[in-house]
């Protein structure tokens, strides 16, 4: 049975702000607590190199070309994300965790465009927005060290994509 494709939209990071990540990554991470997965291409230990903050997921793929979605996308400008902490999520089976920052939505900017784009979907409550970057998958036993990097208080965004 072939998984039916689905589409999201992303807003990316500078490329300084995906070094920077990679800087914290790299002070509470060590290369031997990365964990690869030999199925899931895109589970593959540090990811700062593709940070972004994932807006909405469960789009269909031809949503992509919505002239109208386009249009919204456009419009929008977020010019930098507010980090409050970094966490860790439980992932598929309890096989890895995976290290993210949650982003600060607390005047509910993010939350508003989500709800937007949502009117772009044919299943539009079927995704729980929780503001976040994803900073890399780490082994089932991995921790966050006792003490943390202090963490700047915004990173600068770059653009809206919208990919399958």
Known sequence: ?????????????????????????????SEIEYYYSPVVPRIKGNVTDNAHLTFFYGLKPEAIENADLNKLLSSVQIKELKLKELSLLNGF?????????????????????????????????????????????????????????????????EEFKTLV
């Open 93 to 157: 089976e309890s096989l890895y965790k995976i290290l993210i920052v949650t982003v600060d939505d607390s005047d509910k900017t993010l939350s508003t465009v989500v709800n937007k784009i949502r009117k772009f979907s044919d299943r539009p409550n079927s995704y729980e927005f929780k503001p976040h970057i994803t900073l890399a998958y780490v082994s089932s036993d991995y921790e966050l060290p006792s003490e943390l990097p202090i963490l700047r208080d915004t990173v600068a965004t």
């Open 1 to 29: 049975m072939n998984r039916q494709e689905i589409a999201h939209v992303e807003l990316t990071l500078t490329q300084q702000a995906k070094e920077y990540l990679n800087d914290v990554v790299s002070k509470i991470v």
